[in-house]
Structure formats: structure tokens, C-alpha cells
């Protein structure tokens, strides 16, 4: 603690000397034609010796621009550059004295000479797109593209490697235009290395269907695309790597990247008994660092890329994993991009559950405990194909395939008492269930363009049929006491068998009131769904010593069917600043349910909705946005809900369902905003959604004397959630080497539940607040600090006299550190202290959870030897406490304990200038 304390009084101490000199420079732009002010022109500062870029900023509506920063340079390279204009130049004196440069009219530029010249401005602003000059911004040694992101204005990086932009996800990264191993972004952004890109492009999230078509993307959502340097495009570079630990612990990961122009080949593989994914190669926080809480427990082993499951439970995972990727272009205008993987997981997982539930006028109190050990093996292949028939027409086909196998062993023993501790029922039992999985979907689109007003044809489909097949042996015990005891044993095995049909079909014409600003889209949609769901379970018999005693009661052969029409219309307005969508529509449900075991079950329920959505976003420069969506929604109730099929396969929950059920309709309302200064610095946004729903399903459980649970659904109206979301941050370059930010997020939610408890009606308020805040600090190349604190606040209030209002409080303390130095030794530590008064009594209130590593890199920067510590105090919890309306529930389960990992690294790349290989190469392993 005293060696940490002594840190941040040197911090302090190198933050408030060698500053460097405060300087002021401004001005306004104006074209020299016409006098008119030119917003989001580039103006940069380099220095005169190597052109380092010292500050840059965007010019306003205006044209008005402000540079404000510290330097140790006596004079400084002034360049402004604007699109279609000349690049305007000027070296500057620089001292305590602010500069006023008035007003520079800037000449336009031949266009010609605009294309063969490449432009050095570090930010690039391009109708709806952001541009950024990978040269100009400097990290640390063989940085790799996460790094480099974390330094791009209005970007932020979470430790998952989650991208925001100005508070929009990333959902998307291409790499010259394409996917790169899928959709997962930190396979990307954590294997190429910053020197192989030449340019970030940020733009707002568009299918390839949209780009063609000229549409408008989802400006909810962005996309990142990486250029790489032409020279750099062929060649092979990857990584291997392997470590091992007390405790059994390993892991081992490998990648190869071959590259040739458009053509493209990756393979991966990795395997690990850490939780981790085994190929996160990028930093050794991820791969041989940090490896954090399994966001605290709820997650498990488990873990899922580009929508492919890795990992089968929770608990402590040891997993393999083995892809391939390919792409390449087919002729002119034609993709080709496929990818294959291989998933295996062990997973094993101990829970202790305790559950304090409320009724109306007493409570009960539930134990329950559970051991459970899957195995887990999945097969998934998918294909894109972009194929451009020519300049007017266009078609995408997405095929995908899977198949899995996991065999789950599962036990669990539960209790329930009434409040004066008397014991009123228990359970034991235990299962054994075999799952084989098949699943096959396409995705087609083909889109037809008119002429040059904006007019289009679009036709899509996607098919999707999935089957899964599973053996369930289950032994039972269930114990009821009170006045009329009973014992429910069960010994049955139990074949099933569900599968699913689905398509979904539709067709757009969008047909231009005025070229390329306003149209009217004319949209049908068609959906249909057919389920079937057979279960025949055996009771064994005890004469035969075989599983053939059908049970009727416990057995299902339901055929479910849903199909919807949808009509629909809608008004577009698209311009440079603004983007405007009101549609109406009608949907037509049919829903059918056939019950072969039960045909006087069988039921056949039409529904008619009425759609309405609005969807506004207004962009007042390149720096901010305002964005407002409607929607006004009709949800029909699951066939599972109406059915009344008397579901008797927990002898303590009777669940049936009611066929007078209406459907729930739905109100709902966001606005955001955004805004990213240039000139001072700072970001912020925030975000607010609000929902209202009438005719909402809830389940409504009536509970006897005996604790026994029969539950039905019904309707209730009063329902709503506001919620609120905000993060300002703000940067202060105290020199060319240091940099503080500071963020400061605020979110929280305000909602009302209807519901019932025990056949009591009731409505309970619940207010959330969680405010955060996180400091860094950096010294570039020689260390970093993050603090960060987090608080959550919840009250719940009820309505009914028997309920206690309940709160809440959690508080989560961190610091990250890292340091640089010496030359090529980096250490790193993530701190976090979590303390939960709110846990019941046997349950972990708090604990320090401290992760460390040291790298030191050899073999000339190609390789790193590694040691972690996973958990160096030996505290990792995941206790949780979860609150709802009817029960305050405590868990604790199987978690990853402390161990010391020594791994090895080694990083090769044949990259070359105009696809020639070189040997060597520069490599990073951080």
C-alpha cells in the first residue's frame, strides 16, 4: 500500500511540472468564390523537425476554429484541409501569446489534383462519414488497432474490447470493406497491428442490400472500416502461444493470417480451463491478464462469437476451439466470404440458492442446492455471397449450418419452510439428458435499383429449419406434508423430439416523390412459424426392468403454427443533415395449436394490430446529433400461454395456460443526443427510453398450505419504464507526453410492475441509480492509471400494507494500472474491491480481487514471456443477490480460483511493400 501511495504522489508530482508552453491559435475559413463559411474543415499543428502532429480540431458552422493546447516547440507547421479546396499552410511562432489568424479564405482545388494527392490530415469529415489518419496519431511501440482506437477522439474501448462512438456500439468492423472472421470485433481490432492500416473509416451501420440501394443506415449503430495500406496487402502474419499454471491450469491459442490482395485466409485454434475464449491474442490482459469475474457469475463458462456457443455451462469451463475463414471476390463486384468452426466444452458447476418469498400476508423461505457437469460439442459453417449481376441489380445469399451434441448430468435438492421455520415440502432428484441439435438458415436478398432518383425493388427471405432430438433419464422424489401428506416418486425416461420451420418473406418498393430526398416505401411482410413439440416419457417398470409404461399425463404432441400479414407504408425524408421515417402498417396473426394426445385442447386464435413507428435523426454538424423513435406495437401471447394444457411436470408448480388472454399493446419512446467537441475536448451523451404497456401477460401463482405453486396467465394494464442514460468525458493534454480523462456516467430507471401474488393484485415501484465515475492517467510509454467507482441504489415500493419496501446499496471500487518501463518489461494490475451489504447471513459481503501480469518481450520484440496471477488475494465471489416483485433470492456457485501462469508468445509477419515478403518484422504482445 505505502509503494502505491508513493505512485500517486508521483503522479502528482510529474503532472504539475514539465507542462510545456499553454498556446491559443483561431480563426475562421471561408471560400474565396462565394464568402460562404466552410464547417468541418481539418486544421492540424505538426512540428517542423518530423511532422509529429501536436493538436488538431474541426472548424464549427461557422467556419470558426479555436487550437488550445501545451508544446515544447518554439514554432509549429500550421495546415488546414478542406475537401475540394487547396490545403492551406503556415508555420507559426509560438509563445504565451494567443494568435489570431481572422479570417483565411481557402482557394478551390482542381479535382483532379485532389484525387493523386493523399491527404495528411488527421480527421477527415465526409458527408455521414469520419475519417481518420492513422499516421497521425502515435502510441506505443507495435501498437495493435484497439490500441490505436483508444486514441481516437469519441471512441471508447471497454475492457471486453466493446467499441463505442460517441455512445453508439459498433456492431460491425470490416476490413477493406469485408467481415473479417466474422462479427466478432475483438478478433480484429486485437491481431492487426496499427502499422498495417492506413486509414479508420467510421460510418453509421448499413447491410451491403442498404449500400447498394442507397438507403439511409441504422444510426443507432456504427460501423468501423479498417484500410489497409496497399503495400501491406500481401503477405502472412499470426501468432502462437502457450501457457501453464498451478492448479492444472493451461492455454493455448494460435492464429495465421494469408493474405493476398482480395483473397484472404485465417485459421485459429485455441483451448483453456480458464473461462476464457482461448484466441483474444491481442493484449495480455485478455489472453494471459486479466480474465475477470464471469460478470459475477452469471455468465459461467460460457461465451459466444459471431453467435456461436463456446462453452456449455456455468462454473469453470475447459473448452477447445479450432475456425477457419476464408474470403475473396469473384470477378468485379462479386464477394465471397465463408467461415467454419469447431467448439468443445466441459463444464462444471456447483450453486447454493436461498430464496425469502412473499405473500400477501406471510412469506416462505426456500434452499436449494445443485451440481451439474455438460460436455458440449458444436459444428457451424457459414457463406456470404455479394454478387453485383450489374450496375442496377444485386443479390445476397447467406447460408449457415450447424450441428451440436452435449450431454448434461444434473442433481439438485430444494426445501421449503413457512416464516416459524416448519418444514413443508422437499424435493430431490436427478437427470441425465443427451442433446443432439441440427439447425440449417438462408438469407436472401435481391435488390433492383431505377434509374437515378433513388427508386428501388427489394425482395427478401430467410428460411431457417432447426430439429432437436434429446434422451432425458430423471430420478424423483418429492415430499408434501401438512394434513394431507403425499410422495410423488418419480423413475422415467423421457424421448424428444422438437422441431421448427420458419420463413419469413417480404417485399419493398421505395418510389421517389422528390429525387433522392423524399420517398414513400411500400412494404409486405409474411411470416410463418410451425412448431412441433413430441415428448413421450416411460415410467419404468419395476416387473420388466425396462422404460415402457407410457405416461400420458407427462407427455406432449403439440403442433403449433403462427403466420402474420403485414401491410405496410411509409414516408422517407434522407438529406445531408437529417434522416426522417413515418410508417403505419396492419398485421393479420394467426395462431393454431394441435393437441394430438388432448384434441379438445386444440384451439385456433386470430389477432388484428395496428403498427406505427416515427423515427427521426437530425444531424446539427459532424461533432453532434439528436435522435427520436416512436413505436406503437401489438404482441400476441405465446401459444404456451393460451393453450390450457395442465403442465404437471413439476410436482411443485402446476403451470396451465388461458386461452381468454388478449394481446398486450406497447408504447414506446426514445430520444438521444450526442456531442463531440474537437476544439475542447470533451464528449458527451445521453439517452432516455420510456415504455407503457396495457394488456400485459403476467403469470398469476396461487400458493396452498403446503407451499405447492399452481400458476396461470392473465392481463393487467398499468405497466411502465422510464430509463436514463449520460456519460461526459473530457480530455486534458497537460503536454506531448501526458493526457488525463475524465469520465463521469450517470444511468438509471424508474419503473412500475403489476403483478400478482398469491391471487393478490399488486403493483410495486422501483427506482435504480447508478452513478460512475473513472479517471486516467497517461504517460505515454512509461504508465497508466484508471480509477474507477461505481455505486448502485434501489428502492422498491408496494402498494400492498403485508409488503416491506425494500433498498438496496453496492459499491465497486477499481484501479488498472500499467507500466512501460523499463524497455520491453510490462506490468500490468486490475484492482477491484466489491462490497454487498445486502446478502444474507453465509453469503460473502465483499472482496478484493486483485489480477497482475509481467511481460517482458525477447527474441528481438517477436516474443513475450509471460506471468500471471489470477486472483492474488484469493477472494474471487460471485454472491448475488436478485430481487424481484414476489422474492429477494441469494446464489453463490462455482468460481475460478487463484493461480500463477508462466506462458510464451511469438508473433511472425511477412507483410511486405507491393505484396514482396520481408523477413523479420516488428511484432507486439501486450
Do not use: C
Request: hydrophobic residues 30%; without cysteine; proline residues 3%.
Amino acid at each position: 500500500m505505502k509503494k502505491f501511495l508513493f505512485m500517486l504522489a508521483f503522479l502528482w508530482a510529474s503532472m504539475t511540472f514539465s507542462q510545456g508552453v499553454p498556446f491559443k491559435i483561431s480563426g475562421t475559413l471561408i471560400s474565396e468564390e462565394d464568402q460562404t463559411p466552410l464547417e468541418s474543415a481539418t486544421i492540424y499543428l505538426e512540428t517542423l523537425k518530423d511532422s509529429t502532429l501536436v493538436s488538431y480540431t474541426i472548424s464549427d458552422k461557422n467556419g470558426a476554429f479555436v487550437l488550445d493546447n501545451r508544446t515544447y516547440e518554439d514554432s509549429l507547421n500550421l495546415t488546414i484541409s478542406y475537401i475540394g479546396f487547396e490545403t492551406y499552410t503556415k508555420v507559426l511562432k509560438i509563445d504565451k501569446t494567443p494568435i489570431n489568424l481572422k479570417t483565411i479564405a481557402l482557394k478551390s482545388a482542381n479535382v483532379l489534383d485532389e484525387i493523386i494527392v493523399r491527404s495528411r490530415a488527421p480527421i477527415t469529415v465526409k458527408k455521414d462519414t469520419l475519417e481518420f489518419n492513422v499516421a497521425s496519431f502515435k502510441t506505443k511501440r507495435d501498437a495493435n488497432v484497439e490500441d490505436l482506437l483508444k486514441e481516437l477522439p469519441g471512441v471508447e474501448v471497454d475492457e471486453d474490447g466493446a467499441i463505442k462512438v460517441n455512445g453508439k456500439e459498433v456492431n460491425q468492423i470490416y476490413v477493406n470493406g469485408k467481415p473479417f472472421f466474422g462479427d466478432d470485433p475483438t478478433i480484429t481490432t486485437r491481431n492487426l497491428t496499427k502499422e498495417l492500416i492506413e486509414k479508420i473509416q467510421i460510418t453509421d451501420t448499413k447491410s451491403k442490400a442498404e449500400a447498394f440501394s442507397g438507403e439511409k443506415g441504422d444510426n443507432q449503430n456504427k460501423t468501423i472500416n479498417l484500410t489497409i495500406k496497399e503495400e501491406n496487402n500481401k503477405g502472412v502474419f499470426g501468432r502462437v502461444a502457450a501457457g501453464a499454471g498451478t492448479d492444472d491450469r493451461f492455454e493455448y491459442a494460435g492464429m495465421i493470417n494469408i493474405f493476398d490482395n482480395e483473397q484472404r485466409l485465417s485459421i485459429l485454434s485455441g483451448g483453456n480451463n480458464i473461462n476464457s475464449s482461448g484466441f483474444s491474442f491481442g493484449e495480455i490482459r485478455k489472453m494471459f491478464g486479466g480474465s475477470r469475474r464471469m460478470s459475477g457469475g452469471r455468465g459461467g463458462g460460457s461465451f459466444s462469437i459471431d453467435g456461436r456457443s463456446f462453452g456449455g455451462g456455468q462454473g469453470i469451463t475447459t473448452s477447445t476451439t479450432a475456425g477457419v475463414n476464408y474470403a475473396d471476390e469473384l470477378g468485379e463486384g462479386n464477394d465471397f466470404s465463408g467461415d467454419y468452426f469447431y467448439s468443445g466444452s466441459n463444464s462444471k458447476n456447483a450453486t447454493v440458492t436461498e430464496r425469502e418469498n412473499f405473500l400477501p400476508d406471510s412469506r416462505y423461505y426456500t434452499r436449494s442446492a445443485s451440481n451439474s457437469v455438460n460436455d458440449t460439442d458444436s459444428h457451424r459453417a457459414n457463406m456470404a455471397f455479394d454478387i453485383k449481376i450489374d450496375s442496377t441489380l444485386m443479390v445476397n445469399v447467406r447460408p449457415s449450418f450447424s450441428f451440436s451434441k452435449s450431454t448434461n448430468t444434473y442433481d439438485r435438492e430444494e426445501a421449503s419452510r413457512d416464516e416459524n421455520g416448519l418444514l413443508t415440502n422437499q424435493s430431490e432428484s436427478a437427470s441425465f439428458v443427451e442433446t443432439i441439435g441440427k439447425n440449417f438458415s438462408n438469407n436472401f436478398n435481391l435488390t433492383k435499383r431505377f434509374g437515378t432518383g433513388g427508386a428501388f425493388l427489394r425482395v427478401h427471405m430467410n428460411a431457417n429449419i432447426n430439429a432437436t432430438n434429446s434422451d432425458d433419464f430423471l430420478d424423483s422424489e418429492t415430499n408434501i406434508y401438512g394434513d394431507v401428506p403425499k410422495d410423488i416418486v418419480r423413475k422415467q425416461f423421457t424421448d424428444g423430439e422438437r422441431s421448427s420451420n420458419r420463413l419469413n418473406m417480404g417485399v419493398t418498393y421505395r418510389l421517389p416523390l422528390e429525387a433522392k430526398k423524399w420517398f414513400i416505401d411500400f412494404r409486405y411482410g409474411f411470416n410463418t412459424d410451425k412448431r412441433k413439440d413430441l415428448r413421450s416419457t416411460f415410467d419404468f417398470d419395476e416387473f420388466s426392468q425396462l422404460y415402457d409404461d407410457f405416461n400420458t399425463e407427462l407427455s406432449t404432441d403439440f403442433i403449433n403454427k403462427n403466420q402474420t400479414h403485414s401491410p405496410n407504408i411509409r414516408l422517407v425524408y434522407n438529406s445531408d443533415k437529417m434522416t426522417f421515417r413515418l410508417g403505419s402498417g396492419y398485421t393479420n396473426r394467426i395462431m393454431e395449436n394441435a393437441d394430438k394426445l388432448r384434441p379438445e385442447l386444440s384451439l385456433k386464435e386470430s389477432f388484428d394490430f395496428l403498427d406505427l413507428d416515427a423515427n427521426m435523426n437530425y444531424r446539427f454538424s459532424p461533432k453532434s446529433s439528436v435522435n427520436f423513435r416512436y413505436d406503437y406495437a401489438n404482441d400476441a401471447p405465446a401459444i404456451s400461454q393460451l393453450q390450457p394444457f395442465e403442465d404437471v411436470s413439476n410436482p411443485l408448480n402446476t403451470v396451465t395456460g388461458n386461452p381468454n388472454l388478449k394481446p398486450s399493446t406497447r408504447h414506446g419512446l426514445s430520444f438521444g443526443f450526442n456531442n463531440f467537441d474537437f476544439q475542447k475536448r470533451t464528449g458527451f451523451y445521453m439517452y432516455t427510453r420510456a415504455n407503457l404497456t396495457e394488456d400485459k401477460v403476467v403469470s398469476k401463482t396461487t400458493v396452498d398450505e403446503n407451499l405447492v405453486r399452481n400458476t396461470t396467465y392473465t392481463n393487467v394494464d398499468g405497466n411502465y419504464s422510464v430509463s436514463i442514460g449520460s456519460s461526459f468525458s473530457k480530455d486534458f493534454r497537460l503536454d506531448s507526453l501526458q493526457t488525463v480523462k475524465v469520465r463521469l456516467g450517470l444511468s438509471g430507471n424508474l419503473g412500475k410492475q403489476v403483478n400478482f401474488n398469491n391471487d393478490v393484485e399488486y403493483a410495486a415501484t422501483s427506482t435504480r441509480l447508478n452513478p460512475n465515475l473513472e479517471l486516467t492517467y497517461n504517460w505515454k510509454n512509461l504508465f497508466e492509471i484508471r480509477p474507477n467507482y461505481r455505486l448502485s441504489i434501489t428502492k422498491t415500493r408496494y402498494d400492498l400494507e403485508d409488503f416491506n419496501d425494500r433498498n438496496f446499496m453496492s459499491h465497486n471500487l477499481g484501479i488498472r494500472t500499467a507500466t512501460f518501463f523499463p524497455k520491453k518489461l510490462e506490468w500490468r494490475n486490475d484492482i477491484n474491491y466489491m462490497y454487498n451489504p445486502n446478502v444474507a447471513q453465509g453469503f460473502q459481503k465483499s472482496a478484493w480481487f486483485w489480477n497482475a501480469t509481467l511481460a517482458y518481450s525477447v527474441l528481438k520484440d517477436n516474443g513475450t514471456v509471460t506471468l500471471k496471477v489470477y486472483d492474488l488475494l484469493n477472494q474471487n465471489t460471485n454472491a448475488q443477490r436478485t430481487t424481484t416483485e414476489n422474492y429477494i433470492q441469494d446464489s453463490q456457485s462455482t468460481v475460478l480460483e487463484q493461480y500463477f501462469m508462466l506462458s510464451f508468445s511469438w508473433k511472425f509477419n511477412s507483410l511486405g511493400p507491393k505484396g514482396e515478403t520481408r523477413r523479420g518484422g516488428r511484432f507486439r504482445f501486450d
